[in-house]
């Protein structure tokens, strides 16, 4: 089993419609939790950063973590055709302590 | 200014070269990492360096060898490269030797095609 589950994907939707992209993890020591874009061809960018539980906003972007659930969320709201993108979640235990744990990427298309 | 660069962006080389990848980054940071990502855009850790020192060497082919000559710069050679080297290289760098502290930020990346 992988300590982090993401579904792949493809998934495709309409302009304006809400996103909710979701990972699942195994280990209940991960308390630093992170989304990442990367666009076709272009290395990973940092979108989101959350410590701990609760929720983090960020313009369109909203960030929930769940750590009774061991469930972390990314939704878009008014997705827009420039979110197409391959969103990547990422976690780890805490500072020194290895490294970032990637989900596999879910590829996102918004169509006009 | 490039915050984490890596060259050459495109590779093309034969089997059985030797190829080298350089990384610099300019952020002061104190952890470089070299990952691999495959055609199904999964990232999976090669190397990680802490201020010169190796501290992550992941289940890698020895074929591949890391080398950190100061904390800015962390370059990656490939001897005798074969079929299934193919796949993009990001090298990246973080504040703390786990990315905790803001994450990881990564270079635009090196496609190897190794025909």
């Known amino acids: 089993q992988k300590e982090v589950e993401q579904d792949p994907g493809p998934l495709s939707v309409p302009e304006g419609a809400i996103v909710s992209l979701n990972c699942t993890y195994s280990n209940s020591a991960f308390q630093y939790f992170m989304w990442y874009r990367q666009y076709s061809r272009k290395g990973p960018e940092l979108l989101m950063y959350?410590?701990?539980?609760g929720n983090k906003e960020d313009g369109r972007f909203t960030a929930q973590v769940d750590k009774s659930s061991k469930y972390i969320s990314l939704f878009i709201r008014d997705s827009q055709p420039s979110d197409s993108a391959t969103y990547l979640c990422?976690?780890?235990?805490?500072?020194?302590?290895?490294?970032?744990?990637f989900g596999q990427g879910t590829t996102l298309q918004v169509k006009p | 200014d490039t915050a984490v660069s890596q060259t050459p962006k495109y590779l093309v080389t034969q089997m059985g070269n030797d190829k080298s990848i350089k990384c610099e980054q300019n952020l002061g940071h104190d952890t470089m990492y070299w990952y691999k990502q495959d055609s199904k855009k999964f990232l999976k850790i090669m190397f990680s360096?802490?201020?010169?020192?190796?501290?992550i060497n992941e289940t890698v082919p020895n074929r591949f060898s890391p080398k950190s000559p100061d904390k800015a710069h962390l370059n990656l050679h490939i001897n005798s490269l074969e079929l299934g080297d193919s796949a993009v290289y990001f090298c990246?760098?973080?504040?703390?030797?786990?990315?905790?502290?803001?994450?990881?930020?990564f270079g635009s990346g090196t496609r190897l095609t190794v025909v």
């Open positions: 990422a976690m780890t235990k805490g500072p020194n302590t290895g490294k970032l744990i």
């Open positions: 959350t410590y701990s539980s």
């Open positions: 360096y802490n201020n010169k020192e190796l501290i």
């Open positions: 990246a760098s973080s504040q703390d030797a786990s990315g905790a502290n803001y994450g990881y930020t």
